[in-house]
């Protein structure tokens, strides 16, 4: 998935010499998004990888050079076509990893190509202004802060929080 979208961009070293011109948008947080990252060379802490919760084995690539985008995602067709290919080897992950070798990628993946906009604060290196919450006095970098009735706050006094503060423990 990350060499296609990396070949369909031209972009030939995401390591070296073209390691600022890409940002990847995955949607998936398995073994596929550890993948991405190995083979692009973007990372969260670069702030070059970006997660999107969305369940899908997909990830869209972008060139920031010149705002050209791609989205690639795995065909759920392929894991059938991979019975089809070898019926002789029993377990479904080996069945799957042989016929992913030899599959083309127009089997394996749909691409499409898409715009995304992406705001000053997207991009690596970005260096914003930081607001500390009304509520609990927490810092917010890269404007993901909310204003509610004329304050700032952080998502999780907004109301967002995928925690709950509990006592003693």
């Given at each position: 998935m990350a060499m296609l979208g990396l070949q369909k961009l031209g972009i030939e070293d995401p390591h070296g010499?073209?390691?600022?011109?890409?940002?990847?948008?995955?949607?998936?947080?398995?073994c596929a998004t550890d993948a991405v990252a190995v083979v692009t060379g973007c990372r969260l802490g670069k702030r070059a990888l970006k997660f999107r919760d969305w369940g899908k084995v997909a990830a869209t690539f972008v060139d920031v050079s010149n705002g050209h985008a791609v989205r690639i995602a795995a065909k759920e067709s392929s894991k059938s076509l991979a019975k089809t290919m070898h019926p002789?080897?029993?377990?479904?992950?080996?069945?799957?990893?042989?016929?992913?070798?030899?599959?083309?990628?127009?089997?394996?993946f749909d691409v499409?190509?898409?715009?995304?906009?992406?705001?000053?604060?997207?991009?690596?290196?970005?260096k914003g202004e930081r607001v500390v919450c009304e509520k609990c006095g927490e810092g917010i970098n890269f404007k993901r802060e909310v204003r509610r009735d004329g304050r700032v706050l952080c998502r999780g006094c907004a109301g967002e929080s995928y925690y709950e503060v509990v006592d003693g423990r």
């Open positions: 010499s073209d390691r600022k011109r890409l940002v990847t948008f995955v949607e998936i947080d398995r002789e080897i029993e377990g479904k992950n080996q069945q799957q990893m042989a016929a992913y070798r030899q599959m083309p990628d127009e089997d394996l499409q190509w898409v715009k995304v906009d992406l705001g000053n604060e997207e991009f690596p290196g970005y």
